[in-house]
């Protein structure tokens, strides 16, 4: 047990270096990686399988206990990146497929990885992972309405599709993991104590079989999709902190909701990119899923160091 979880913590802490590696050889040699292209959407449902096993009630309790920071936090996740992206399509005049790759993954709910960044960045955890919970929970709903509002001038949309694959991928693993947690409780923690290694190897299949896939559309535009990702990611970044600001949050909520919002659920865009649209659109997603876990260390590195007058505690919930 002992071992398993300092495996798990060590993938947990390389995770994106991990990524890199195994992104390089599939582009390197992309035949030798495209088998694990049609278990995209299975990999995915084992991350969110993994995600319903760890929930808990006291995960949503911050809905009633904090409406408002919640509404705030969620309503700034499905406004300000899908938001961003939109503009971004516009301003650098990105190809169709690109274009609803980099607003499927603006669209997205938040990532459990945000929930980490925040607990390192001392920030509001408890508000952090209410808004991921409740953004996942409401994804498929919201997710496919606003792909196809910001997306349908470049593309045919089937958002009906879309929610019965979030269904599937998201909310069906979700609730089979919360079952498996009500029936064996702690007879699972060994279960638990893998999740992270299992969560990484799954990203890492994910990301190398989209860039195997893509590999020659990478090769023309990879350089342009790594430069939107990056704008994407660090605009939301920065306007999530300054949602927190303008509507008088402290410190640690204003870190929570800036990696919060910066931080999308990318493996589930890749998942919709790859079964609703041309492969080539899950590549944002991919690339997202690795910057992401490097700018939010940086950045939780940052908000570390700063903190409310008078307040040396930021995990402080109230």
Avoid at 24 to 32: E, Q, T
Avoid at 146 to 162: D, E, Q, R, T
Avoid at 234 to 257: H, R, S
Avoid at 291 to 308: L, T, V
């Amino acid at each position: 047990m002992a071992f398993l979880a300092s495996v798990s913590q060590f993938l947990g802490k390389t995770f994106a270096l991990w990524v890199l590696v195994f992104a390089g050889l599939a582009y390197v040699s992309p035949d030798s990686f495209k088998f694990f292209a049609p278990y995209i959407s299975p990999l995915l449902g084992i991350i969110m399988f993994g995600i319903g096993l760890t929930l808990k009630a006291s995960d949503f309790s911050e809905v009633f206990r904090r409406p408002m920071a919640v509404a705030i936090g969620t309503l700034g996740q499905f406004t300000i990146m899908p938001i961003l992206a939109w503009l971004l399509c516009l301003i650098f005049n990105l190809p169709p497929d690109i274009a609803v790759g980099v607003i499927l993954v603006g669209c997205c709910p938040g990532g459990t990885a945000s929930n980490v960044m925040t607990y390192l960045a001392r920030g509001d955890v408890p508000l952090s992972v209410t808004v991921s919970s409740l953004s996942t929970i409401l994804a498929p709903i919201v997710t496919p309405a606003l792909i196809y509002l910001f997306a349908h001038s470049w593309i045919n949309v089937n958002p009906v599709a879309m929610f019965w694959s979030i269904i599937q991928i998201v909310i069906l693993p979700i609730i089979l993991g919360l079952i498996v947690k009500a029936i064996f409780k702690s007879k699972i923690d060994a279960a638990v104590t893998a999740l992270p290694a299992i969560s990484v190897i799954a990203i890492i299949m994910i990301v190398s079989a989209v860039v195997a896939v893509s590999q020659k559309k990478i090769a023309e535009i990879g350089l342009l999709v790594f430069a939107v990702v990056v704008l994407h990611n660090g605009l939301g970044l920065l306007l999530g902190f300054f949602l927190g600001k303008i509507t008088g949050m402290d410190v640690a909520k204003c870190k929570a909701l800036s990696l919060e919002i910066g931080m999308q659920n990318s493996g589930l865009g890749v998942a919709l990119a790859t079964a609703h649209f041309n492969p080539i659109a899950a590549v944002p997603s991919a690339i997202f899923s690795v910057w992401h876990n490097i700018s939010g260390p940086i950045a939780a590195a940052i908000y570390r160091r700063m903190q409310d007058k008078g307040s040396a505690d930021q995990n402080d919930p109230t």
